[in-house]
Nanobody, 122 residues
Framework: QVQLVESGGGLVQAGGSLRLSCAASGRTFSSYAMGWFRQAPGKERELVATIDWSGIRRYYADSVKGRFTISRDNAKGTVYLQMNSLKPEDTAVYYC???????????????WGQGTQVTVSS
């Protein structure tokens, strides 16, 4: 397993940008698919983006396509989420997670970070 720590959240105005980072400990990071999820108050946790171990295959939720970019640096053991053109509806706690296979299902991810708050003001 890997231990995950997110950073980079904060308060930003609508239209602004943030870059989230997720640092992993453990030497097996490069063998995991990684995902970014978010959870707003009163809502279920939802997938934002996923990336396979190689960084080649990526998936985005329709709500963030064209605005968010997921990437990873296996040498640094880090996965990123670049968020541009942020909207108030992007406000949520953002979590990174690791899975043995690339998946859009939250149930496939068994290692989770503690989350980082993103707040977008209108």
């Amino acid at each position: 397993q890997v231990q995950l720590v997110e950073s980079g959240g904060g308060l930003v105005q609508a239209g602004g940008s943030l870059r989230l980072s997720c640092a992993a400990s453990g030497r097996t990071f490069s063998s995991y698919a990684m995902g970014w999820f978010r959870q707003a108050p009163g809502k279920e946790r939802e997938l934002v983006a996923t990336i396979d171990w190689s960084g080649i295959r990526r998936y985005y939720a329709d709500s963030v396509k064209g605005r968010f970019t997921i990437s990873r640096d296996n040498a640094k053991g880090t996965v990123y989420l670049q968020m541009n053109s942020l909207k108030p509806e992007d406000t949520a706690v953002y979590y990174c997670a690791a899975a043995l296979v690339l998946s859009t299902s939250v149930n496939e991810y068994d290692c989770w970070g503690q989350g980082t708050q993103v707040t977008v003001s209108s």
